[in-house]
Nanobody
């Protein structure tokens, strides 16, 4: 059974930083690209960052490019998202999942709120 548990969210002022972590149990981690997704209030969930299985390649949504960094530790089955220079429009619930996502893997997410 696969479980993805996100943590690290919180309330931060614009310009601040947060680091999100996702712990994966089960067998999916080492054989899949992983992604961080966010769902802003009233909007659909979107992919903001993606990392290949080996960690060699990353991709970012244009809205976060240059501010967010995704990384993974395959030995620990974790994937992280370092978020710098946060903006109010980064507010939302952040989830990790494989990329592309599998509906059965969505966790509870972690709330990020950026105040202006």
């Amino acid at each position: 059974q696969v479980q993805l548990v996100e943590s690290g969210g919180g309330l931060v002022q614009a310009g601040g930083s947060l680091r999100l972590s996702c712990a994966a149990s089960g067998s999916i981690f080492s054989i899949n690209d992983m992604g961080w997704y966010r769902q802003a209030p009233g909007k659909q969930r979107e992919l903001v960052a993606r990392i290949t299985t080996s960690g060699a390649r990353t991709n970012y949504a244009d809205s976060v490019k240059g501010r967010f960094t995704i990384s993974r530790d395959n030995a620990k089955n974790t994937v992280s998202l370092q978020m710098n220079s946060l903006k109010p429009e980064d507010t939302g619930v952040y989830y990790c999942n494989r990329a592309p996502p599998y509906s059965g893997y969505w966790g509870q997410g972690t709330q990020v709120t950026v105040s202006s």
